[in-house]
T-cell receptor, first 117, second 113 residues
Framework: ELKVEQNPLFLSMQEGKNYTIYCNYSTTSDRLYWYRQDPGKSLESLFVLLSNGAVKQEGRLMASLDTKARLSTLHITAAVHDLSATYFCAVAISSPYSGGGADGLTFGKGTHLIIQP | GAGVSQTPSNKVTEKGKYVELRCDPISGHTALYWYRQSLGQGPEFLIYFQGTGAADDSGLPNDRFFAVRPEGSVSTLKIQRTERGDSAVYLC???????????FGDGTRLSIL
């Protein structure tokens, strides 16, 4: 059974600081996704990571993937209040049903991030 | 463009009743997914459709839960004999083929009294 663990689960930080959220998963996977969720809202796709060593950046967020360590990180640079949200990582395993295509995702519990002005 | 649409946005019903939740995916997306999310948790996978067929229903918790997608577009999640533990936000997502991200709807908040 695939397990996805995020840490920390809660993080309060000040604007201007840097921090990293970690996502570990238990089984070899070929796809990892990061999503953002604002309170009472649905999930917004941030990054798709498909290969070992993949690095994606958008604004103050940067995500990376190490498939050998089964670890992904989401790094926040010079945080601003607008980045306050819950961040989820999610892992896909190709099932025998899909033939290597789209599959259901296993999500972590999420990291609830509060950035204080 | 139009995103994933889910109706109703909220549903309150009594224990033991039957409910149907509807999902209208992004036009052209062949893959459709149902998840449910409890407070403070990540979404939990329920079922995945590729076209009209359920490609993976391993996440459905028991036989009270059933989903259909008869024409390969709109999907309905059906829950029979609802229980209080079924209360959650039910999320639908769709994606294009391959490794494209799943795009989520706003969800249906289901409350079983």
């Amino acid at each position: 059974e695939l397990k996805v663990e995020q840490n920390p689960l809660f993080l309060s930080m000040q604007e201007g600081k840097n921090y990293t959220i970690y996502c570990n998963y238990s089984t070899t996977s070929d796809r990892l996704y990061w999503y953002r969720q604002d309170p009472g809202k649905s999930l917004e796709s941030l990054f798709v990571l498909l290969s070992n060593g993949a690095v994606k950046q958008e604004g103050r967020l940067m995500a990376s993937l190490d498939t050998k360590a089964r670890l992904s990180t989401l790094h926040i640079t010079a945080a601003v209040h607008d980045l306050s949200a819950t961040y989820f990582c999610a892992v896909a395993i190709s099932s025998p049903y899909s033939g290597g295509g789209a599959d259901g995702l296993t999500f972590g519990k999420g990291t609830h991030l509060i950035i204080q002005p | 463009g139009a995103g994933v649409s889910q109706t109703p946005s909220n549903k309150v019903t009594e224990k033991g009743k039957y409910v149907e939740l509807r999902c209208d995916p992004i036009s052209g997306h062949t893959a459709l997914y149902w998840y449910r999310q409890s407070l403070g948790q990540g979404p939990e996978f329920l079922i995945y459709f590729q076209g009209t067929g359920a490609a993976d229903d391993s996440g459905l918790p028991n036989d009270r839960f059933f989903a259909v997608r008869p024409e390969g577009s709109v999907s309905t999640l059906k829950i029979q004999r609802t229980e209080r533990g079924d209360s959650a936000v039910y999320l639908c997502a769709s994606s294009a083929q391959g490794n494209q991200p799943q795009h989520f709807g706003d969800g249906t908040r289901l409350s079983i009294l």
